[in-house]
T-cell receptor, first 112, second 109 residues
Framework: NAGVTQTPKFQVLKTGQSMTLQCAQD?????MSWYRQDPGMGLRLIHY???????DQGEVPNGYNVSRSTTEDFPLRLLSAAPSQTSVYFC???????????FGQGTRLTVV | RKEVEQDPGPFNVPEGATVAFNCTYS??????FFWYRQDCRKEPKLLMS???SGNEDGRFTAQLNRASQYISLLIRDSKLSDSATYLC??????????FGQGTTLQVKP
């Protein structure tokens, strides 16, 4: 049972580099989202999607782009990495808008 | 004001103790509510959903008070393995989950 799969698990970037965090789910969930978690801040919503082709901004969207071309995949792009984007990133999916979310194992990103 | 507020703790309790966490939310349009558990910065995992009528799962009991906009989690007979961070989560019926900061529980032998 794969569930929600995130890659990579760890990444170190230099300031200004770009990269894509991958997220895939095999549960046919319509809803997918990206969160970042920083010490003392809890999980904060970056972007979310209610279905293929539909995305919207969350609480902290600046510096990140997303797209949802398929139900299964929801990649998160960092256009020009900054040290402030050092964080743990979690992808989540849920079957319906009111149901519980399932999380990937996280990506620990350090920007130097 | 944060949309979902929790006391970050830590709560330090002996094994066998009963401990309760509370959480308040600000958006009265919130539709569904959950408690998640998170270990050592691993991914959050669903502990239980919270229903208006209250619900129980073994040693865990969750309550929802819509009028006062708060959610509670009661853990009875605490085990060492209950040590974790407990996240209060509110769903605004849009697919967006809003997380509280989390409450840290340490159960001591």
């Amino acid at each position: 049972n794969a569930g929600v799969t995130q890659t990579p698990k760890f990444q170190v970037l230099k300031t200004g580099q770009s990269m894509t965090l991958q997220c895939a789910q095999d549960m046919n969930h319509e809803y997918m989202s990206w969160y970042r978690q920083d010490p003392g801040m809890g999980l904060r919503l970056i972007h979310y999607s209610v279905g293929a082709g539909i995305t919207d901004q969350g609480e902290v969207p600046n510096g990140y782009n997303v797209s949802r071309s398929t139900t299964e995949d929801f990649p998160l792009r960092l256009l020009s990495a900054a040290p402030s984007q050092t964080s743990v990133y979690f992808c989540a999916s849920s079957y319906q808008k009111n149901t519980e979310a399932f999380f990937g194992q996280g990506t620990r990103l350090t920007v130097v | 004001r944060k949309e979902v507020e929790q006391d970050p703790g830590p709560f330090n309790v002996p094994e066998g103790a009963t401990v309760a966490f509370n959480c308040t939310y600000s958006n009265s349009a919130s539709q569904s509510f959950f408690w998640y558990r998170q270990d050592c910065r691993k991914e959050p995992k669903l502990l239980m959903s919270v229903y208006s009528s209250g619900n129980e799962d073994g040693r865990f009991t969750a309550q929802l008070n819509r009028a006062s906009q708060y959610i509670s989690l009661l853990i009875r007979d605490s085990k060492l393995s209950d040590s974790a961070t407990y996240l209060c989560v509110v769903n605004l019926n849009t697919g967006k989950l809003i997380f509280g900061q989390g409450t840290t529980l340490q159960v001591k032998p």
